[in-house]
């Protein structure tokens, strides 16, 4: 008889647990737990906290700097495990397309400002084209397209743009690339450092004795190659008043003695190859200011003592005298840098069009979304930031 009872009880049991089941999955959810606020904070500060660092010191190259792993460091290893994120800095100039068959630029914007150009052709010249505003809006983004009547030349000879997107109150900055192979990049090494591939075929040049690459840098609005040259001149001067004679006749004659020395001073800034070494497989040039004095001294002989009636003597060329001077960095105003080769120059990038850090893609979870602006350097960058539970 209790053995009946046991296995009555068994079957009332066992009746209940599909209805239990039932009750559980369609009555009651769990929800899941939204990360907090603070997590999203400490991300988002952290961030950009280091991208101003890295800017300030001239390292803002996160293809050759850690920017995650400092993130990492930064925010603690216990936040890290806890809390998955992604942060996407980018600027709002989104694309720029080269279309050769059609000798079209097209840029393609998030606003609506003043678009500049800096296009840079594969004979090292360069032109800068201004539109005032986008002339189409597809899908949610400004379309600017130039045409290569606009830019002097052929679109099939364009190597470089660097273009920048203007208001009163913000400025953009985006790149385009034919041949991505020869884009370098820019470190802080004790001074500006450029890094290229060591693949390349690079031909110096020489300039009074130095072997060098030459580098222009260019600056939003101007571009500063450096080649020439500037001069001052110390005077040395003597007045030598006293008697000649003229026409073998004996007369009181003022003569004057002008001595001068002239210092030519060339500038050339130069990617210094006796000072290069290696950094994570590419080959680091210091870019230097390299100043080459040469002394002239000219002699002439004036009639009067204002140096109005001069009769030229003399003029001798000393030895050129080199020094060099690191260039600082960051160089605030700069967007591009421009090693000059005979086989094709390398061209390196000041800034970033866009950066991530953190996580490629966002998981199905409840996530804490934030969007937001900054200014690094000279220009404004978009931010989107997300935070997520790693553990529901």
Known sequence: ???????????????????????????????????????????SDTVITVLHKQYGAGNFTPEIIDFDGEVVDTIGEDLYLSYGYRVLVYSSITNITVDDVNELITVRTIENYTLHLYIFFSDSTWRQVDVEAAEDYVDGEYLYRIPSSSIGGSVTYVEVIVAILESTTSRYVGYWFRDPSRVGYVLNINGLTVLVGSG????????????????????????????????????????????????????????????????????LYVANISKSFQVDGYKAYPVEALRIDIPVYQVYQCYDPNFSNCEFLLEDVGDPVSSTEAIGCPIYNAVLLVLESGSGNVYVPVYRQRILIGEESVPEKVVVPASYYVRIGMFDYNVLAVVWRRWS
């Open 1 to 43: 008889m209790r053995v009946v009872e046991y296995i009555l009880a068994f079957v009332i049991v066992a009746s209940f647990i599909p209805m239990f089941n039932t009750m559980i999955h369609t009555y009651y959810t769990v929800e899941p737990i939204r990360p907090p606020e603070k997590a999203l904070d400490i991300v």
């Open 200 to 267: 390349l075929n690079l031909q110096p040049i020489e300039f009074y004795g130095h072997t060098v690459y030459n580098v222009s840098i260019v600056f939003y609005n101007d571009i500063d190659r450096k080649y020439t040259v500037y001069g001052y001149i110390h005077y040395n001067l003597s007045d030598l008043g006293g008697r000649v004679y003229v026409n073998e006749t004996y007369n009181e004659v003022y003569v004057n003695k002008h001595e001068q020395t002239l210092i030519q001073s060339h500038i």
